[in-house]
């Protein structure tokens, strides 16, 4: 499974955000995540319970302070500041100051570059995360399935979880945000099933978002008998979306 042990990594090539310079501001020694999600690259949450503490402001402000300078004094090109790493990066109490900090050195050092934030979208009920994630360029908000019993076995919530919360909070991002669904497949479930997958498009015309972003399997994952779709499969789910002029990138 797939492991971010420095704060800053990379940067790495990105199928979906080109030379992406990674941030991980989650637990160095193991995953921490409200999902537990059967696709995750970091593998399950029980793997990762040796570590549980977050990294403050301070050392994210000296991750960067020995990093970024450096990068761009080497001409190295990012395109993309992205905080991915070992679970849910808004779980982290200092995310939103964390925010301030990575803009002002983006401002300072890479002023093309977009802040990106791959997030489940579980934390957009705390003002201070949701006022963050308007700040940032690309926040690319996760939703997997269209009904609660299907993201019980996709994402597998570690906690209380409604769809429609989270929708509720989506459509007060006013359409400035990346939708980002994966669509697989398994013995226990499929995305893509006629009934499930009309209703996913009934949320994505509900969001309005400005981007969709569909993928599917592309790494190890840790339930060994998901399934994924191509690129061909994939076109024919969002082609009604695509024909209504919503903007969507798909990927492998």
């Known amino acids: 499974m797939l492991h971010f042990d420095d704060i800053v990594f990379g940067p790495i090539t990105s199928r979906r955000l080109g030379s992406s310079l990674g ?79 990575v803009l002002r050195y983006r401002d300072r050092y890479y002023p093309s570059a977009k802040i990106s934030v791959l997030s489940n979208a579980t934390m957009l009920d705390r003002a201070d995360v949701f006022n963050a994630l308007r700040k940032v360029d690309n926040p690319i908000l996760k939703i997997d399935a269209s009904s609660d019993q299907l993201i019980s076995l996709i994402n597998r919530p570690q906690g209380a979880y409604r769809l429609e919360r989270v929708l509720e909070n989506l459509v007060r991002m006013e359409g400035r945000f990346i939708l980002q669904t994966m669509f697989l497949r398994s013995p226990e479930f499929d995305t893509a099933d006629s009934r499930s997958l009309e209703d996913w498009r009934e949320i994505v015309r509900r969001l309005k978002p400005r981007e969709v972003m569909v993928y599917t399997i592309d790494r190890e994952t840790p339930d060994k008998s998901l399934g994924k779709y191509s690129v061909e499969e994939m076109a024919e789910f969002v082609r009604p979306l695509v024909d209504e002029g919503f903007n969507v990138q798909i990927r492998g």
């Open 23 to 101: 941030v991980n501001i989650l637990p160095s020694k193991g995953k921490l995540c409200n999902f537990d999600c059967v696709y995750c690259e970091c593998g399950w949450n029980k793997d990762g319970v040796s570590d549980r503490r977050f990294p403050s402001l301070d050392e994210v402000e000296a991750a960067f302070e020995a990093r970024i300078p450096h990068l761009a004094a080497e001409g190295v090109n990012v395109d993309s500041i992205t905080f991915s790493g070992n679970g849910e990066p808004t779980l982290n109490p200092s995310f939103p100051e964390i925010i301030d900090l």
